[in-house]
């Protein structure tokens, strides 16, 4: 068992989030009780997540994607009403990281995404703006990328062609990236992957004369959550477990 606050200031530390502007909180962002011995992490704070952790005797729960986004009604109503409910009346905690989770060197959900399918970092998409990342894979067609990624995620990848006949230089960064698809085309890559797609990234696939592949919002974003819950469960001798609600898109 831990305390709250030693394991906070772990993480916060680790993450570094004072470095990125944001578009919500990181951090605690529900305070439940003091002490931890079962820290649960999953994707998104969902109501759903929010059942499976406490149905597993939670202590306090760990995400990427948290509450009080940038613009959003700040009422506590409706949905966010029931999932606060829930955290309050279980005195769970909710601790959320979102960009400084895409970002990080070692724990990140972009570095971790190549760790899981074997891709060499060279950089940086646009440094200090971006947690977005470019490198090489084996050379390959984007046929067969595809068929690749969706073997590694368990997650249908859909693919816009528009580039080159083999791929060796890709970018990617996990989640909604498909505007960071122009910094790709700057560094003259042969692929830019994300999570998300648009309409108009279609277009710009095409005319920017490379391939796209999106391979999932939730899908692409699950190995850095876990991995920090792994990190901050050695260094303070807790429980973690990693519960994932995938969704299709």
């Not at 060499?120 to 690749?148: K, M």
């Not at 004369?209 to 190995?223: C, F, N």
């Amino acid at each position: 068992m831990a305390s709250l606050y030693e394991i906070l200031k772990s993480a916060d530390a680790e993450m570094r989030s004072s470095r990125f502007k944001d578009y919500a909180p990181n951090g605690l962002q529900v305070q439940g009780r003091a002490e931890v011995k079962k820290l649960v992490s999953g994707v998104t704070a969902s109501l759903e997540f929010i059942e499976a952790a406490l149905a597993v005797g939670a202590d306090a729960l760990l995400v990427h994607h948290g509450y009080f986004w940038r613009g959003e009604d700040p009422c506590i109503t409706g949905i966010k009403k029931k999932r606060l409910q829930r955290l309050l009346a279980a005195d769970v905690s909710l601790i959320a990281y979102h960009l400084p989770l895409d970002a990080h060197p070692q724990l990140g959900n972009n570095r971790r995404l190549a760790d899981l399918l074997g891709w060499t970092i060279e950089g940086e998409l646009a440094p200090g703006d971006t947690p977005g990342l470019w490198g090489r894979v084996v050379p390959c067609t984007a046929t067969q990328l595809q068929e690749t990624i969706t073997a590694a995620l368990g997650h249908r990848v859909l693919w816009i062609d528009g580039g080159p006949e083999r791929i060796e230089r890709l970018g990617w960064c996990t989640g909604a990236a498909q505007d960071s698809i122009t910094q790709a085309a700057a560094l003259r890559l042969d692929a830019y992957i994300s999570g998300e797609i648009s309409e108009r990234t279609v277009h710009e696939a095409r005319e920017l004369g490379l391939h796209y592949l999106a391979i999932g919002h939730h899908a692409s974003e699950r190995y850095g959550v876990q991995a920090l819950g792994e990190y901050l469960a050695a260094l303070h001798g807790i429980e973690h477990v990693f519960i994932d609600k995938p969704v299709p898109v």
